[in-house]
């Protein structure tokens, strides 16, 4: 890990990412709960907000949208990815380069490994291919390990969330994304594993106010680094609102409890599904 490569995509150190890539992954069915979200302006606004430190997209959208908002927003170029249709063994395709994306304006890319999948040895090295020209570049590398396939699927062990941290450092990025492992326990063993280099948490479908703030509260203080979310933010009807709770968890070291008193909901929890 290089000191300072993710200054941009940083504040204080740590970051929240925005993530608006689930049209390619998951579909447009993750913008039904609010369907003004399927136009991406929409979710450009709520990456204006000052709490959010960049938003991953993919090239299209990038493309489209990153030119009427590049004076507030800054662009996390997820480069691969791949839609919910493809039913073979987990894998990505490398959808654009890290000169391309540098040309729109982007001052870091993502990119996925599926650790464990019959394809890991292919991904690792388009991640290898982009890791070092995003460092020709001057910008910072955020790896999504989400070990599954095979015999995996979508193990959120304690063992397995702490090998995908520690393949964020043994490879090269400077900010490695992971699934929550379920306790924060798992999570100091994650955070442990990858020595140094940051971790963020991804954010998983939408929970209630209070289950999503405390599990944020829980991995930041088992040395999280942030937040990688997408729908806990854009499938909510107030964005900006857990915006302002999550700038005060995560940057200003406010508990769940006190960043809850500033939301409508006061932190009740609703019927909506748990972390996943
Ligand atoms: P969420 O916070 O909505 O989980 O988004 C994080 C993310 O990594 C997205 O970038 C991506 O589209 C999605 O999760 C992929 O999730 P999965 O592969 O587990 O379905």
Not at 80 to 107: F, H, K, R
Not at 111 to 131: D, L
Not at 169 to 176: M, Q, V, Y
Not at 204 to 209: L, N, T, Y
Request: glycine content about 10%.
């Amino acid at each position: 890990m290089l000191p300072h490569a993710d200054d941009a995509i940083t504040r204080d150190g740590k970051a929240l990412i925005l993530a608006y890539d689930h049209g390619l992954e998951h579909g447009p069915v993750d913008f039904e709960p609010v369907p003004q979200t399927i136009d991406p302006e929409t979710v450009f606004e709520v990456a204006t907000h000052d709490a959010v430190t960049a938003l991953a997209v993919q090239k299209g959208v990038a493309e489209g949208y990153y030119p009427s908002y590049e004076d507030d927003v800054t662009l996390l170029a997820k480069l691969n990815g791949t839609s919910n249709l493809w039913m073979g063994e987990p894998d990505s395709s490398v959808n654009w380069s890290v000169d391309y994306a540098a040309d729109i304006g982007a001052d870091a890319v993502g990119f996925t490994v599926y650790g464990g999948s019959n394809n890991e040895v292919e991904m690792t090295e388009e991640f290898r291919k982009a890791h070092e020209a995003a460092r020709a570049n001057d910008m910072a590398v955020v790896m999504w390990s989400y070990p599954r396939g095979q015999g995996l699927k979508n193990d959120t062990s304690a063992g397995t969330i702490a090998y995908a941290a520690r393949m964020g450092l043994e490879l090269g990025a400077d900010i490695t994304k992971i699934k929550y492992p379920g306790s924060g326990e798992a999570m100091e063993w994650a955070c442990r594993a990858a020595a140094g280099t940051k971790v963020v948490m991804s954010g998983g479908s939408k929970a209630d106010d209070r289950a999503f703030l405390e599990t944020v509260e829980t991995a930041m203080n088992a040395g999280a680094s942030g937040l990688a979310v997408g729908r806990n933010v854009f499938q909510r009807e107030n964005p900006t609102e857990i915006l302002d709770a999550l700038e005060a968890v995560i940057f200003e070291d406010a508990t769940a409890d006190e960043a809850l008193e500033g939301l409508s909901s006061g932190g009740e929890k609703t019927a909506d599904a748990a972390l996943d």
